[in-house]
């Protein structure tokens, strides 16, 4: 059994977090924030804008602002050359 994010990953995804600034329709003077995280494709993002096709058409939050982060959790691992020996006595 495999993990669908891994899997995701695997095939380009990568973790996106988006943080969703919106007015409530019964407060509109009120600044919320929303927390959106899954795996998408940058720079078109695709997953992301499906959901905030799905935010304007389902919820009647309006939306402010969008701000998203994005990084690869799968990489090759780092190494680094030494030139000297440890020696442990």
């Known amino acids: 059994m495999s993990d669908r994010g891994f899997v995701a990953q695997l095939e380009g995804?990568?973790?996106t977090t988006a943080e969703v600034h919106y007015y409530r329709?019964?407060?509109p003077s009120l600044l919320q924030l929303f927390v959106?995280?899954?795996h998408d494709l940058a720079p078109d993002f695709p997953v992301l804008f499906d959901f905030l096709v799905?935010?304007?058409?389902?919820i009647g939050a309006a939306?402010?602002?969008v701000r998203v982060?994005?990084?690869a959790l799968i990489r090759p691992a780092?190494?680094?050359a030494v030139d000297d020996i440890i020696e442990i006595r």
């Open 13 to 15: 995804y990568r973790l």
């Open 25 to 27: 329709p019964d407060a």
């Open 36 to 38: 959106w995280q899954d």
């Open 54 to 58: 799905h935010w304007r058409r389902e």
């Open 63 to 65: 939306l402010h602002s």
């Open 69 to 71: 982060a994005h990084d």
């Open 78 to 80: 780092e190494w680094h």
